[in-house]
């Protein structure tokens, strides 16, 4: 719901450090691995009991998702490093919240679980609508310029990474905080599911 006002303020400073790092030799994969680098690493301090420390990893994590993409706009963007981006993405997003589960599995471990499949589900939803606006041709900025179509939602990026944000300074409310989040995941999912079945009503099957 907020990455669009999101990208249009961060978007301009992420530019200019991507066409900075591209003219010191960086490459746009290459900022994709730092990035998902530092967020296992987020997930293994929030496994370890240190989920303050954590923070620091995952917002750095998040920067680097962001300059990824500014590093292939300066040089060459591919498919590749668009598949790589979305693996890297979903990765971190799966260890996040099984750090937490891991680190307190008593409590956590249901709502972790909830929280893991309504991911799962809003996942498939999206890249779903993905592989069939590709095959409509169709197009959107509105999240930056990205190699899978992005479909705007109640829960996206920016929600998701201030949901997390939220985990590490409250690691005590990990169990409602899933729950609710988990739920507003599913409503996200089959808001998707709505959208698709009204955008392409007449596509045919393969």
Not at 3 to 28: E, K, S, V
Not at 54 to 59: E, K, N, P, Y
Not at 108 to 128: D, P, Q, V
Not at 132 to 147: F, H, N, V
Request: charged letters at 15%.
């Amino acid at each position: 719901m907020l990455d669009g006002y999101a990208r249009a303020l961060i978007d301009p400073p992420l530019n200019r450090a991507g066409a900075a790092l591209a003219g010191r030799g960086w490459q746009a994969d290459h900022v994709t691995l730092l990035g998902l680098g530092l967020g296992l690493a987020a997930a293994a301090l929030i496994w370890a009991g240190w989920p303050g420390l954590a923070l620091v990893l995952l917002l750095a994590s998040r920067l680097a998702d962001g300059l990824d993409g500014a590093v292939a706009r300066a040089t060459r963007k591919t498919d590749f490093g668009g598949f790589l981006d979305i693996v890297a993405d979903f990765a971190f997003y799966a260890a996040i919240p099984l750090a937490f589960i891991w680190a307190d599995t008593a409590a956590n471990a249901a709502a972790g679980g909830f929280l893991l499949a309504s991911f799962y589900i809003n996942g498939t939803t999206f890249l779903g609508y993905a592989v069939l606006a590709e095959r409509a041709r169709m197009e959107t900025a509105s999240r930056g310029a990205k190699t899978l179509y992005f479909t705007g939602g109640l829960l996206e990026g920016t929600e998701t990474i201030a949901f997390f944000a939220l985990l590490c300074l409250w690691p005590a409310a990990f169990a409602p905080l899933a729950w609710a989040f988990g739920a507003l995941c599913l409503i996200t999912a089959m808001s998707r599911v709505l959208l698709a079945r009204q955008t392409f009503p007449h596509s045919e099957e393969t």
